[in-house]
């Protein structure tokens, strides 16, 4: 076993979804105040292995470690702020933007405890990083998408946490809101929070992004800096391949297109 | 409104307070996870257990609460392993449970047409020792419901984001669903097994029409409860008709009466930003 200071570690992991093995063997570690994004095709993998990693999806071999401690003993959760892909299917009884973040504060939280001073500044702050205090009144189904992913980083800031996992966080949000995405993933690099990001394409973040790790059919397919320019992987979607001789290209078309 | 002072329709008023508050509150979190149907379920299973209760000769709500209890967990199971064949399972449990009670009944020598009190409530019927039952459970059920709600809210909100926080997930779960089972146990004196559902679901349907907020559409709701609960009671008499089905018609007024409200109010408001 090593033990280390990642906060995320990850070991070998392998996991399957209904019987169907989606990765194979992935490691992947996170340092402290690290920005790692996770990239790849549609079914590569990327968003079972941080589902993996939060312990959403169980492992079929392999280990998952987060700041240390093996996940089967992982239970300081407050450290660890989660922001699932984006699926706000209208639940059947409202809730304002507030309540949904409130919820961002139950971690360690034991039961018929008041929602003390600490909690509502925490929740105030939350929304301010992200810009929707002015909407905190208001019920989440009349937002935008991309307000709606807000609300829901919103919620994971609201633990404090010292690690933020987003997956795909920038899909099907407007600019404003990505604008908005951006800032607020600033604010928390900028104080020292740990980030993993599963992206389609690096695009707006790619200056906040210390590495990249591009899955591929449920394995690793290259790992190494960021590309210094985002236009580079602009129809880099679809598929990712291992650049031909070190350096940055992270991408190609698998549609052929003639690149370098 | 003289009648307003017999014994009875007092204690069926208390009855309809603490069922009115109690129902929806519950109530407000199978709409959240879109288990709107759920209290149906539990009905259909308790039947059995007011079988139960009248074949051992035993108290009927005890039997019923344990039975539609155990019921409502294995809903719960179901619902949580999200097989597709799940659909099949609950309505085996479903119908299970109305044969059940119809098959133990007829088991009983001599019939037993108390049946109908089950399932079609009969609030005006209560005794002081109901009453207690009553209000134990709906107490109970109160102190689950406004206790946990931040828990309960994040579970039935999205219930992975609640796995990710450390919520004891299944467990939160149980217990909800044992809290509805209580609350259909509670319920079925005030308007019947058959009706049970509607008092858990229609009153949080009336109030989400003009709400935007999960607590306010709780509070609402609970106050819309007690307003249908308490005025089916007093109309019933003087109108001699039965209580129960005048709550849940009552009910049903009220959530057209805040559809049309909604309607008008969205017309009147430019949509939102």
Same mark, same amino acid.
Request: glycine share 10%; charged share 15%.
């Given at each position: 076993m090593r033990m280390s200071d990642h906060i995320v570690d990850v070991l070998g992991a392998s996991a399957a979804l209904g019987g169907r093995p989606i990765l194979h063997g992935v490691?992947?570690?996170?340092?402290?105040?690290?920005?790692?994004?996770?990239?790849?095709?549609?079914?590569s993998g990327k968003s079972t292995l941080v589902r993996a990693i939060v312990g959403l999806v169980p492992l079929t071999g392999g280990t998952v470690a987060l700041?240390?401690?093996?996940?089967?003993?992982?239970?300081?959760?407050?450290?660890?702020?989660?922001?699932?892909?984006? !699926?706000?299917?209208?639940?059947?009884?409202?809730?304002?933007?507030?309540?949904v973040v409130c919820a961002g504060r139950l971690s360690g939280r034991r039961i018929f405890t008041r929602f003390g001073a600490a909690d509502r500044a925490a929740v105030d702050d939350a929304l301010d990083v992200v810009g929707l205090h002015p909407l905190a009144g208001v019920g989440v189904a009349r937002l935008s998408g991309g307000q709606q992913q807000r609300v829901l980083i919103a919620r994971a800031l609201a633990g404090r946490p010292d690690?933020?996992?987003?997956?795909?966080?920038?899909?099907?949000?407007?600019?404003?809101?990505?604008?908005?995405? !951006?800032?607020?993933?600033?604010?928390?690099?900028?104080a020292g929070t740990s980030v993993l990001v599963v992206l389609h394409e690096l695009g707006q973040l790619s200056p906040l992004i210390d590495r990249s790790m591009v899955l591929r059919g449920g394995r690793v397919a290259y790992v190494g800096t960021a590309p210094p320019d985002p236009a580079e992987d602009r129809d880099a979607d679809h598929d990712f391949h291992p650049p031909v001789a070190g350096g940055f290209g992270l991408s190609s078309s698998p549609l052929g297109s003639a690149r370098p | 409104m003289s009648y307003l002072a017999l014994p009875f329709i007092q204690k069926a008023l208390v009855a309809a307070v603490l069922v009115g508050l109690a129902a929806p509150a519950v109530g407000t979190y199978l709409v959240q996870r879109r288990l709107a149907l759920m209290g149906d379920g539990i009905g259909h299973v308790a039947l059995t257990g007011v079988a139960l209760g009248f074949l051992l000769g035993t108290s009927p709500v005890l039997t019923a609460v344990i039975v539609a209890s155990l019921g409502a967990i294995a809903i719960e199971l179901v619902r949580a392993r999200g097989k597709a064949?799940?659909?099949? /399972?609950?309505? *085996?449990? @479903?119908?299970?449970?109305?044969?059940?009670?119809? #098959?133990?009944i007829s088991l009983e020598p001599g019939g037993n047409t108390n049946l109908l009190t089950y399932l079609f409530g009969s609030i005006l +019927?209560?005794? /002081?020792?109901? #009453? &207690?039952?009553i209000g134990v459970l709906a107490v109970g059920v109160l102190v689950v419901a406004i206790g946990l709600r931040r828990q309960l809210f994040s579970v039935c909100q999205?219930?992975? @984001?609640?796995?990710?926080?450390?919520?004891?997930v299944p467990l939160l779960n149980?217990? #909800?669903? &044992? +809290?509805?089972?209580?609350?259909?146990? &509670?319920? *079925?004196?005030?308007?019947?097994? #058959?009706? &049970?559902?509607?008092?858990?679901?229609?009153?949080?349907?009336?109030?989400?029409?003009?709400?935007?907020? @999960? /607590?306010?559409? *709780?509070?609402?709701? *609970?106050?819309?409860?007690?307003?249908v609960s308490v005025g089916g009671v007093v109309a019933s008499y003087p109108l001699d008709v039965g209580p129960g089905s005048l709550i849940v018609i009552l009910a049903i007024a009220v959530f057209g009466l805040a559809s049309l409200a909604a309607a008008v109010m969205s017309r009147r408001r430019p949509v939102a930003v």
């Open positions: 490691d992947l570690t996170l340092d402290p105040g690290e920005v790692v994004t996770l990239l790849g095709a549609n079914g700041f240390g401690t093996p996940l089967t003993e992982f239970a300081d959760w407050a450290r660890v702020g989660y922001v699932p892909q984006r !699926v706000m299917a209208a639940s059947g009884v409202p809730a304002t933007v507030r309540e690690l933020l996992i987003l997956d795909e966080p920038m899909s099907g949000v407007d600019a404003d809101s990505q604008a908005a995405i !951006v800032a607020a993933l600033q604010r928390m690099t900028g | 064949s799940g659909d099949v /399972a609950l309505a *085996m449990l @479903f119908y299970g449970g109305i044969a059940g009670g119809v #098959l133990l +019927t209560v005794n /002081a020792q109901d #009453l &207690v039952t999205d219930e992975e @984001f609640a796995r990710v926080s450390g919520l004891p149980i217990v #909800l669903a &044992v +809290t509805a089972a209580l609350t259909v146990t &509670v319920a *079925m004196r005030v308007v019947g097994l #058959l009706l &049970v559902s509607a008092l858990l679901v229609v009153p949080v349907a009336a109030a989400q029409q003009l709400t935007r907020g @999960f /607590a306010a559409t *709780m509070t609402a709701a *609970m106050a819309i409860g007690v307003v």
